[in-house]
């Protein structure tokens, strides 16, 4: 069956040949508009797909409702012919139009040709993916748009071999019969990010077709530098499908051969649609006529005579030869196909353009109204008009020119009150709001199902309530998450059939199958785009990576694709994935990571969950799984065979996120931390308490949020004093959580004593438990920080020790 399918001959009819050509002319002058308004200062900078209008109108053609693109920032003329885009979109995204009404993609969040099918509705809610063409959320990082395309493509074989997501995919598949069509530029096919996706494609074997459009240049080096052979299907000829075993189809074509072109993606397409092999589409020859982007000319590094190449072998120009050569049409009739075309691309950015302006004009006009009063109303009538003279001046102004002139009244009229002064506070703080909608808004959920409405249940004990292992409450947990749930799954190093290296997954394989709990290689950037991909497409993966100091590999992944997600869509896409991992303290310099502060940098968008014990944990995980934001769970790595009680209610327990616990209460000093450092903080505090010294202990329980009610202000206005310690570097988590409680809550109101910071070392732990005594806070540094406190309030009382 399958070489049937693949051996159909296609059959061309004017109608489409003419459409499929006006559609290239239309993207190719869109193009040069785009170089344009940028030089005319109109837009700040500018990216194009000329030269890439055949070949993607060929993968376009290959595409069914349902199916997704995974690109970057050329695929113009795909996102157009599929309908998911108009030309007048497309210039508004060029001029940063914050409104969704006309740039539905990003809200004007990204720069041009960044597409995101909007695939929730007003609340928050899953729209039906199978009626659209879904272009995932482009990243301007090169190859970023890879790991999810495998997720993307991976849910597909989820849903076409698990019977039991038949009741809940109604909106995410037909059949698992969806392709991901993932596109990248030659040069970036040198990052580790696609080398790795091509062998998990291969290994996994699913419905993805990844293009390369190769220009022989990455910016301006030539790929000699760049690529193996100078040729990326020659470099992987041996993940080439055979007798030796699966693998993926590797396609060559030329990106000026309409008839080849349309030939090799119905080939791919439909290798990927029946049969769930993936391939590699290798198109050559592809020209660049405006260079790289509008910040830069292609003629200082190319030659004489590949600049002579890219004029003779414009794909649009071989199309026009076929179609004249074929009969499809004479030159009068695509004479009037490109003048049309010209006509409809300035119509459209013209359009664009008006909107945009118009857009900023009512704000503008009633800051300059409230502007001129106020110079009637002060003595300081002159500077006050000048400012709005300058507003009324301005050339092309945008939103922030309106707030700064207004700030600069303001401040001209600081020792006078009048009627306009008072115009102009409530113009500013209106418009406050607005530009957070425009441009602040959207960086979590704000559904229903967001995780920060979801309700407290506390573990509940009685007399019988046993003590086990930790890792017996994550697995008893975890089983009862997959039994209840088809939609969850796990996958990662060593999670199936030894149940983790921890045994918290174990027997649950066995039970629930290879493709409910899954063994992957050690492949972590990959890992991390199986899951965001898969829940882009409506299912709850968990992801394992293993320990958290190996988190650095999908770093790229995590911070540029998912943390960004929903804010660089303005609230289009989500991707509830849940990372798990271990951290905290054990032996060694790779394996006791706590990179607090790399992760609070980098992942805001994502929830980050510190649990101090397995129990809380599985809260967590019960809190995260019925929500829909994205999180990671940091594990204790030193917790799994410490002994716990089984609450009676583990399944219904929810730990709120951003919520910090009173584990012990005290009167003198307030210490607030998380993670394993509650034990040693726990250990210290008993000590204290030997010296007559109550310390109040909180657990944070999440970093990301934060404290939300402000309930480590409320302790510390009953103690006066506040230590801060964890175990990142000094300068990192404990920096984090003082910046927050003294400049936040203002809890600096309410110290008698200096606050302190306790961190670990500036390096990381050698091995043997001496290196993390040595290395990181313990009891007795704890204890050591506590008691200077109260020897400098009551030196009498709490003599110097040392």
Same mark, same amino acid.
């Given at each position: 069956?399958?070489?049937?399918?693949?051996?159909?001959?296609?059959?061309?009819?004017?109608?489409? #040949?003419?459409?499929?050509?006006?559609?290239?002319?239309?993207?190719?002058?869109?193009?040069?508009?785009?170089?344009?308004?940028?030089?005319?200062?109109?837009?700040?900078?500018?990216?194009?797909?000329?030269?890439?209008?055949?070949?993607?109108?060929?993968?376009?053609?290959?595409?069914?409702?349902?199916?997704?693109?995974?690109?970057?920032?050329?695929?113009?003329?795909?996102?157009?012919?599929?309908?998911?885009?108009?030309?007048?979109?497309?210039?508004?995204?060029?001029?940063?139009?914050?409104?969704?009404?006309?740039?539905?993609?990003? +809200?004007?969040?990204?720069?041009?040709?960044?597409?995101?099918?909007?695939?929730?509705?007003?609340?928050?809610?899953?729209?039906?993916?199978?009626?659209?063409?879904?272009?995932?959320?482009?990243?301007?990082?090169?190859?970023?748009?890879?790991?999810?395309?495998?997720?993307?493509?991976?849910?597909? *074989?989820?849903?076409?071999?698990?019977?039991? =997501?038949?009741?809940?995919?109604?909106?995410?598949?037909?059949?698992?019969?969806?392709?991901?069509?993932?596109?990248?530029?030659?040069?970036?096919?040198? %990052?580790?990010?696609?080398? %790795?996706?091509?062998?998990?494609?291969?290994?996994?074997?699913?419905?993805?077709?990844?293009?390369?459009?190769?220009?022989?240049?990455?910016?301006? #080096?030539?790929?000699?530098?760049?690529?193996?052979?100078?040729?990326?299907?020659?470099?992987?000829?041996?993940?080439?499908?055979?007798?030796?075993?699966?693998?993926? %189809?590797?396609?060559?074509?030329?990106?000026?051969?309409?008839?080849?072109?349309?030939?090799?993606?119905?080939?791919?397409?439909?290798?990927?649609? %029946?049969?769930?092999?993936?391939?590699?589409?290798?198109?050559?020859?592809?020209?660049?006529?405006?260079?790289?982007?509008?910040?830069?000319?292609?003629?200082?590094?190319?030659?004489?005579?590949?600049?002579?190449?890219?004029?003779?072998?414009?794909?649009?120009?071989?199309?026009?030869?076929?179609?004249?050569?074929?009969? $499809?049409?004479?030159?009068?009739?695509?004479?009037?196909?490109?003048?049309?075309?010209?006509?409809?691309?300035?119509?459209?950015?013209?359009?664009?353009?008006?909107?945009?302006?118009?857009?900023?004009?009512?704000?503008?006009?009633?800051?300059?109204?409230?502007?001129?009063?106020?110079?009637?109303?002060?003595?300081? +009538?002159?500077?006050?008009?000048?400012?709005?003279?300058?507003?009324?001046?301005?050339?092309?102004?945008?939103?922030?020119?309106? #707030?700064?002139?207004?700030?600069?009244?303001?401040?001209?009229?600081?020792?006078?009150?009048?009627?306009?002064?008072?115009?102009?506070?409530?113009?500013?703080?209106?418009?406050?709001?607005? @530009? $957070?909608?425009?441009?602040?808004?959207?960086?979590?959920?704000?559904?229903?199902?967001?995780?920060? *409405?979801?309700?407290?249940?506390?573990?509940? !004990?009685?007399?019988?309530?046993?003590? #086990?292992?930790?890792?017996?409450?994550?697995?008893?947990?975890?089983?009862? =998450?997959?039994?209840?749930?088809?939609?969850?799954?796990?996958?990662?190093?060593?999670?199936? *059939?030894?149940?983790?290296?921890?045994?918290?997954?174990?027997?649950?394989?066995?039970?629930?199958?290879?493709?409910?709990?899954?063994?992957?290689?050690?492949?972590?950037?990959?890992?991390?785009?199986? +899951?965001?991909?898969?829940?882009?497409?409506?299912?709850?993966?968990?992801?394992?990576?293993?320990?958290?100091? !190996?988190?650095?590999?999908?770093?790229?992944?995590?911070?540029?694709?998912?943390?960004?997600?929903?804010?660089?869509?303005?609230?289009?896409?989500?991707?509830?994935?849940?990372?798990?991992?271990?951290?905290?303290?054990?032996?060694?310099?790779?394996?006791?990571?706590?990179?607090?502060?790399?992760?609070?940098?980098? =992942?805001?968008?994502?929830?980050?969950?510190?649990?101090?014990?397995?129990?809380?944990?599985?809260?967590?995980?019960?809190?995260?799984?019925?929500?829909?934001?994205?999180?990671?769970?940091?594990?204790?790595? @030193?917790? !799994?065979?410490?002994?716990?009680?089984?609450?009676?209610?583990?399944?219904?327990?929810?730990?709120?996120?951003?919520?910090?616990?009173?584990?012990?209460?005290?009167?003198?000093?307030?210490?607030?931390? !998380?993670?394993?450092?509650?034990?040693?903080?726990?250990?210290?505090?008993?000590?204290?308490?030997?010296?007559?010294?109550?310390?109040?202990?909180?657990?944070?329980?999440? =970093?990301?949020?934060?404290?939300?009610?402000?309930?480590?202000?409320?302790?510390?206005?009953?103690?006066?004093?506040?230590?801060?310690?964890?175990?990142?570097?000094?300068?990192?988590?404990?920096?984090?959580?003082?910046?927050?409680?003294?400049?936040?809550?203002?809890?600096?109101?309410?110290?008698?004593?200096?606050?302190?910071?306790?961190?670990?070392?500036?390096?990381?732990?050698?091995?043997?438990?001496?290196?993390?005594?040595?290395? *990181?806070?313990?009891?007795?540094?704890?204890?050591?920080?506590?008691?200077?406190?109260?020897?400098?309030?009551?030196?009498?009382?709490?003599?110097?020790?040392?």
């Amino acid at each position: 069956m399958e070489n049937t399918l693949l051996s159909e001959v296609l059959t061309f009819s004017k109608e489409s #040949v003419l459409a499929d050509y006006h559609l290239a002319r239309l993207s190719r002058e869109c193009s040069l508009l785009v170089r344009k308004e940028v030089f005319a200062g109109r837009a700040k900078f500018g990216i194009y797909g000329d030269g890439k209008e055949m070949c993607q109108i060929a993968l376009a053609r290959a595409m069914q409702a349902g199916d997704f693109v995974s690109g970057y920032y050329r695929d113009q003329t795909i996102v157009a012919a599929v309908g998911d885009m108009t030309w007048t979109q497309y210039f508004s995204q060029l001029y940063g139009h914050p409104d969704v009404e006309f740039d539905p993609h990003t +809200g004007g969040r990204t720069m041009n040709n960044h597409h995101a099918t909007r695939w929730l509705d007003k609340d928050g809610k899953w729209l039906d993916q199978t009626k659209l063409y879904n272009s995932i959320g482009g990243v301007s990082s090169t190859a970023g748009q890879m790991p999810r395309a495998v997720g993307a493509a991976y849910a597909s *074989k989820l849903y076409r071999h698990l019977p039991d =997501l038949q009741d809940v995919s109604e909106k995410f598949t037909r059949d698992g019969n969806e392709v991901c069509f993932s596109t990248i530029g030659d040069a970036s096919t040198s %990052e580790g990010m696609f080398l %790795e996706c091509i062998n998990a494609a291969g290994v996994l074997q699913i419905p993805l077709v990844m293009s390369v459009w190769d220009d022989g240049y990455g910016i301006s #080096v030539p790929s000699e530098y760049q690529t193996t052979k100078s040729s990326i299907s020659k470099a992987l000829a041996g993940y080439q499908r055979n007798e030796d075993g699966a693998g993926l %189809e590797i396609f060559t074509v030329k990106a000026w051969d309409y008839v080849g072109l349309m030939e090799t993606y119905q080939k791919a397409a439909t290798l990927a649609r %029946e049969f769930h092999i993936p391939s590699l589409v290798h198109v050559e020859e592809v020209t660049q006529q405006q260079g790289h982007s509008a910040s830069g000319s292609h003629e200082r590094y190319k030659s004489t005579e590949r600049l002579q190449f890219e004029l003779d072998f414009d794909c649009n120009l071989k199309f026009r030869e076929w179609i004249i050569s074929e009969g $499809f049409a004479t030159e009068e009739e695509l004479q009037e196909i490109d003048k049309e075309a010209v006509k409809e691309a300035r119509r459209c950015q013209k359009s664009a353009w008006q909107a945009y302006t118009d857009s900023v004009k009512p704000e503008r006009e009633d800051a300059l109204s409230l502007m001129y009063q106020a110079a009637a109303e002060t003595q300081n +009538g002159a500077e006050v008009k000048a400012i709005a003279e300058d507003l009324r001046k301005a050339v092309n102004p945008i939103h922030h020119e309106n #707030v700064v002139a207004v700030r600069k009244v303001l401040r001209a009229l600081r020792f006078e009150e009048s009627p306009a002064k008072q115009g102009l506070r409530e113009w500013l703080a209106k418009t406050a709001e607005l @530009n $957070f909608e425009r441009f602040d808004s959207h960086q979590f959920s704000i559904s229903d199902e967001s995780p920060l *409405k979801v309700q407290a249940v506390e573990p509940e !004990y009685d007399g019988s309530s046993p003590s #086990v292992d930790g890792r017996e409450i994550l697995n008893k947990n975890f089983d009862h =998450l997959f039994t209840i749930d088809p939609r969850i799954f796990i996958l990662g190093e060593d999670v199936g *059939k030894i149940g983790d290296v921890n045994q918290t997954l174990a027997g649950l394989q066995e039970k629930h199958g290879e493709l409910r709990i899954t063994d992957t290689g050690i492949r972590e950037m990959t890992i991390v785009g199986q +899951g965001i991909g898969a829940a882009m497409r409506g299912l709850r993966p968990i992801i394992e990576i293993q320990y958290l100091d !190996y988190i650095l590999y999908p770093f790229a992944t995590l911070s540029d694709d998912l943390a960004c997600l929903q804010y660089r869509t303005a609230g289009g896409q989500k991707a509830p994935l849940i990372i798990r991992t271990r951290g905290h303290r054990l032996e060694g310099i790779w394996h006791s990571g706590s990179p607090m502060s790399v992760l609070l940098g980098g =992942l805001r968008g994502i929830h980050l969950c510190v649990p101090r014990n397995m129990t809380q944990a599985a809260g967590m995980y019960n809190t995260l799984l019925n929500s829909d934001d994205p999180a990671i769970v940091i594990e204790c790595l @030193n917790g !799994y065979r410490l002994k716990e009680k089984l609450p009676n209610n583990l399944h219904d327990m929810r730990v709120p996120l951003g919520v910090p616990e009173v584990i012990r209460e005290g009167r003198d000093i307030t210490i607030v931390t !998380y993670g394993s450092m509650c034990r040693i903080v726990m250990e210290a505090a008993r000590q204290l308490e030997e010296m007559d010294i109550s310390v109040e202990v909180i657990d944070v329980q999440t =970093l990301l949020p934060f404290d939300i009610s402000h309930k480590i202000v409320e302790s510390i206005k009953k103690t006066n004093r506040v230590i801060f310690a964890d175990e990142d570097m000094p300068g990192g988590g404990s920096a984090y959580m003082m910046q927050h409680v003294l400049d936040e809550q203002n809890a600096y109101r309410y110290l008698d004593s200096k606050p302190v910071c306790l961190a670990a070392v500036p390096h990381r732990p050698a091995y043997s438990s001496d290196g993390d005594y040595f290395s *990181k806070p313990n009891a007795e540094n704890v204890f050591d920080a506590a008691y200077a406190m109260m020897s400098e309030f009551n030196p009498q009382r709490f003599p110097k020790i040392y």
